[in-house]
Each structure stands twice: as structure tokens, then as C-alpha cells.
């Protein structure tokens, strides 16, 4: 079984400035990561994920996650954030047979201010 | 592609009442998760489908919680009878089951029991 810790309940930024909300997971298998994001009153959208190949990845909005292996970590980057950013991120892991391994962390409140 | 849609968005009943949820996937989609979302444990799985067959409902937290899939469009979850504990926000999620396809969440519906 996998789990996942985000450090972080909740951070606030200012507008333009940067952010990395902090993610870390345990397994014993291989696998993969994910960040997804909600809106208020929304469903969970995917922002990126890492299956295999560069640990850089890069998703929609401006993002981008690093997996590191050796640390065991996910951590969620965005260089300057807007208002527009303002949300809950989770961050997800699964083994590879399948989104019913998926486990969610927590989540993140993300709280972009003027 | 209108996405996955639940419905209803909100639902306030008593304690005790029949309570049903709707889905209506993707079309194409051959899996389908049930989610349930509250602030103490976050993002639990319920129950999941493939090809309208249940496969795995360990998540499923007692016996007064039941889910359908009757055809490939919709899917029902049904709580009876309520409890207030109950109360939380439960997703209905699709996808192809492929990790290059990513899994789409609906809105929710917003369960309060009284």
C-alpha cells in the first residue's frame, strides 16, 4: 500500500510571488505521482503527472513537480503564482496496475492574496 | 464531451432517509470510481467499476451503502438509511483505465444529513 503526506494544510503567498507545496509519499513498488487541483464547489482536475522519464514534469497552468526517488518526494512548483491560482492541490500516488491504487494526500490550500 | 455529471449537486435529508447519488461517465469511459471526501480523512475510494462490473468495494464503510451500474452511462451510490456521519462530498470519477488518460472527476454532490 502507498501513502502520502503534504506538509502543508495550508500556504499563503503573494501574487507574483513563487511556491512550492511540498509532497511526500511511501511505498514499497514502483510508482506513479500526481497533482491534481479543486476549485471551489469543483471536482479534481489532473495538473500533471509522472510516470516514467525525465523527474522534471511540467503541467498545465504553469506548474511543474520534480520527483525525486531518493528522497521520495513530489514537490509542486509554480514561479509566480496569480489570484487565479487560489485552491486546494492534492497530491496522489499509485501503483502501476491501475487509478484504483490511487491514494490522495490531504491536500494543500493554496491562498494567492493581492 | 461533457464531462462526468452527478447529480444533485446538494442534498440535505434527515437522519434515516434513502439517500441516492447519480453518475453519468464519460462516454467511452469503462471505469467508474465512487469517492467520498471529508475534512478528517480526505479523499476515500468507495467502490469501483469496470465494464459495469463491481470489482472492489472494500471501501464501501457499512452495509446501509450500496452503488449500481445497471448499463455503461449511469451509476447510482445509495445510502439506507442515513446517518448523520454520513455527511461529506462524494465525487464520481471516470476514465479509460489507461495512465495516459487521466481520470475525470465531477462536481459532487454536497450530502448533509440532519
Known amino acids: 500500500a502507498q501513502s502520502v503526506t503534504q506538509l502543508d494544510s495550508q500556504v499563503p503567498v503573494f501574487e507574483e510571488a513563487p511556491v512550492e507545496l511540498r509532497c511526500n509519499y511511501s511505498?514499497?513498488?514502483?510508482?506513479?505521482l500526481f497533482w491534481y487541483v479543486q476549485y471551489p464547489n469543483q471536482g479534481l482536475q489532473l495538473l500533471l503527472k509522472?510516470?516514467?522519464?525525465?523527474?522534471l514534469v511540467k503541467g498545465i497552468n504553469g506548474f511543474e513537480a520534480e520527483f525525486n526517488k531518493s528522497q521520495t518526494s513530489f514537490h509542486l512548483r509554480k514561479p509566480s503564482v496569480h489570484i487565479s491560482d487560489t485552491a486546494e492541490y492534492f497530491c496522489?500516488?499509485?501503483?502501476?496496475?491501475?487509478?484504483?491504487?490511487?491514494?490522495f494526500g490531504k491536500g494543500t490550500m493554496l491562498l494567492v492574496s493581492p | 464531451d461533457a464531462g462526468v455529471i452527478q447529480s444533485p449537486r446538494h442534498e440535505v435529508t434527515e437522519m434515516g432517509q434513502e439517500v441516492t447519488l447519480r453518475c453519468k461517465p464519460i462516454?467511452?469511459?469503462?471505469?467508474l470510481f465512487w469517492y467520498r471526501q471529508t475534512m478528517m480523512r480526505g479523499l476515500e475510494l468507495l467502490i469501483y467499476?469496470?465494464?459495469?462490473?463491481?470489482?472492489?468495494d472494500s471501501g464501501m464503510p457499512e452495509d446501509r451503502f450500496s452503488a449500481k451500474m445497471p448499463n455503461a452511462s449511469f451509476s447510482t451510490l445509495k445510502i439506507q438509511p442515513s446517518e448523520p456521519r454520513d455527511s461529506a462530498v462524494y465525487f464520481c470519477?471516470?476514465?479509460?483505465?489507461?495512465?495516459?488518460?487521466?481520470?475525470?472527476f465531477g462536481n459532487g454532490t454536497r450530502l448533509t444529513v440532519t
Open positions: 470519477a471516470s476514465s479509460i483505465g489507461d495512465y495516459n488518460s487521466p481520470l475525470h
Open positions: 511505498s514499497s513498488v514502483s510508482v506513479y
Open positions: 509522472y510516470l516514467s522519464g525525465s523527474t
Open positions: 496522489a500516488v499509485s501503483d502501476l496496475s491501475g487509478y484504483s491504487t490511487l491514494t
Open positions: 462516454s467511452g469511459h469503462d471505469y
Open positions: 467499476f469496470n465494464n459495469n462490473v463491481p470489482i472492489d
